[in-house]
């Protein structure tokens, strides 16, 4: 049975912390040396474990910042699992990311673990990062990660540092036993303003490249704030005269995956380091904090996310668009890019029928 995302989320992500000790380019969270002394307690962390597992336990993703800058970090992961949720993690790439560490949180039931590649060499890798040795340290990790049978799930943000090497990434990911490669295309916020995103065109060829290189790699292919992907897959499957095969994967994999498309606010909840609640990482409007109102209550409710979930709304060629039901293009591009969440995904090459007119007119 489909969730209803207007109730629930398929993926909460929380921001245990904003402390990190890498320098990332392209960082959402322009992350701190030090931890903020106003980051949710052990206990409202807790509490906020308990409203989640009460939206029908969606999926749970610890990220930073760097989670393991967090003392308490096993004893959360061991709270949420010992009430049934479903784990992940995405730690940074550091000197923290020991097999030790590993180790306890495998014992803590960690579900799988997510590391950041941003290119086949440590050249792109650690200019992307902002540090070097980065890469030596990520790959030395995932070597750990086999030795201790944890599935690994790789993530690559697509930039124009990387868009001419995504063959050789693809490789490496496969090389790596990932069961899970998530490709993000770039958002315009925080750090990530001062990037150059790759332009609409390269959007377009990257989605169908990825939608023929699917049938062709043992890992599961799933893709960040590019609902657009699933425009392309329907367009490509309909050429193809192929039934689709959303929501089929190629291992077993205990985490499982959106059995519809998941958006911004749609499906999707982000509670940042201090409490605060937002549509997705990317999206930063402030809905509310879970210190002041149920988690439910915010996401069910509040007007942000509401129009996030009625794609009626939507304005320009996304609101007129014949896929605007299963994609509704990247609405925290939107946002980024025109200051508006509700505006036409700026970065979509599609010209749909009903949108004729309002380019001619």
Known sequence: MHRNYDENPFIVIWEVTRACALKCLH???????RRD???LTTQEGKQLIDQIYEMDNPLFVFTG???LMREDLYELIEYAVVKGVRVSMTPSATP??????????????????????DGPSKEIHDHFRGTKGSFDLTMKAIQYLHELNMP????????HYNVDHLEEMAKLVEELGTVLWSVFFLIPTGRGQNLDLISPDRHEQVMNWLYDLKDKVPFDIKTTEAPHYRRVSLQRQQQDGVSSKQGMTKRNDF????PKGVNDGNGFLFISH????????FLPINCGSIKEEPLAE???????FKELRNPELFKGKCGVCEYRHICGGSRARAYAVTGDHLESEPYCTYIPDGSKELIYS
């Open 27 to 33: 960082c959402r969270a322009e992350a701190q040396y």
């Open 37 to 39: 002394p106003r980051e």
């Open 65 to 67: 910042g760097d989670p």
């Open 96 to 117: 923290k990311v020991t097999k030790k560490a590993m180790e306890r949180a495998k014992k803590a039931g960690l579900s799988r673990w997510a590391f950041s590649v």
């Open 152 to 159: 690994i799930q790789i993530n690559t943000v697509v930039s």
């Open 255 to 258: 985490l499982g995956r959106a």
């Open 274 to 281: 201090t409490g605060d609640v937002y549509p997705s990482g």
């Open 298 to 304: 915010i996401y069910r409710n509040h007007p942000v």
